[in-house]
């Protein structure tokens, strides 16, 4: 059977932890019976040997698959497009993609609000999670339940054709434990009050295509600055895409790729203007994916 995964980018500047959206930008696997388990894996990783001897994906599978009663072996076939550790969320399409595939090789059909509450087990906060798994621009937080539990508590919306993503990729990659080490351990009252209607005003503006408020709506006091100065050329490559029409520049989740939105009738122009002045980098165009993880046909 074949399933794929989108990546994300979250926070979008001022919603941190909290923000994300779905980009079409897949990876594709497929999982089959077989006498012995294998693993595969082309594009992203496809040289890591790690990746195969004790790889993520088939160890979430297979301790949700025995926990729902399946004993059957596997063979893995992955094709990686999202790059690892540039803040597109290939930890998240990992886990999402794991906990769905094994809900649907176990026989049961994969209830996509259940499993973000599963997930939280292996990612803590859900603003990545969330979007991999529904598609979509999504605001979530997490609330904890009756039994002390947390439950991921989400808004989605879906995005329209008239804008695009043009992502901005490092060769270096940016580990987002050592990223949130780099945080302030306090902030003050306006630091918060700035980001808080920033986010409030950019999940309006991304519900009712106000595209011309997520300038200023995606400015962010709490973690970019710090983030980013530990790979400087991030401003300029930040500022470069504002000056070049981008209607919102922001660190993709923890970095190191930086996340700008577009008309879509620019989206080339735009493309073409960050591959001329950052050639170094890896700059995709990518429109928005409103499905979320899904099983793909033949």
């Known amino acids: 059977m074949n399933f ?3 990546a994300t980018s979250a926070n979008l500047g001022p919603g941190f932890d909290c923000l994300g959206i779905s980009l079409g930008f897949r990876n594709y696997f497929s ?18 040997p790690h ?52 809900f649907k090789m176990a026989g049961q059909i994969p209830n996509k609000r259940d499993l973000l509450n599963i997930a939280l087990h292996y990612e803590n906060h859900p603003d990545n999670i969330t979007p991999a798994t529904m598609g979509g621009f999504n605001a979530s937080f997490l609330k904890i339940n009756r039994n002390g ?34 945080l302030p351990k306090t902030y003050s009252v306006q630091d918060c009050v700035f980001n808080l209607s920033r986010s409030s005003v950019l999940s309006l503006a991304f519900s009712m295509q106000r595209w011309d408020l997520l300038r200023e ?7 970019e600055q710090a983030r980013m100065e530990t790979f400087p050329i991030l401003f300029q490559i930040q500022k470069f895409a504002l000056n070049s029409g981008a209607l919102m520049s922001t660190l993709s989740g923890s970095g190191s790729s930086i996340f700008n939105l577009c008309h879509s009738d620019d989206a080339k122009r735009l493309t073409k203007q960050l591959i001329a002045k950052f050639p170094k980098f890896r700059i995709l165009a990518l429109d928005f994916d409103n499905d979320g993880v899904k099983i793909e046909k033949g």
């Open 149 to 182: 539990k947390p439950n991921v508590v989400y808004l989605r919306q879906s995005m329209p054709k008239n804008v695009k993503s043009v992502m901005v990729i490092p060769q270096q990659p940016m580990s987002t434990k050592k990223s949130r080490g780099v």
């Open 4 to 6: 794929s995964v989108p």
């Open 31 to 48: 999982i089959n019976e077989a006498k012995e388990q294998s693993v595969t894996i082309s594009g992203e990783g496809q040289a890591n």
């Open 51 to 102: 990746f195969t001897q004790d790889n993520t994906f088939v160890r979430i599978f297979t301790q949700t698959y025995k926990r729902l009663g399946g004993t059957a072996q596997f063979q893995f076939v992955f094709h990686n497009n999202i790059p690892v550790a540039r803040g597109m969320g290939s930890s998240s399409a990992i886990i999402i993609g794991a906990l769905f595939s094994a």
């Open 217 to 223: 709506s995606s400015l962010d006091r709490l973690h």
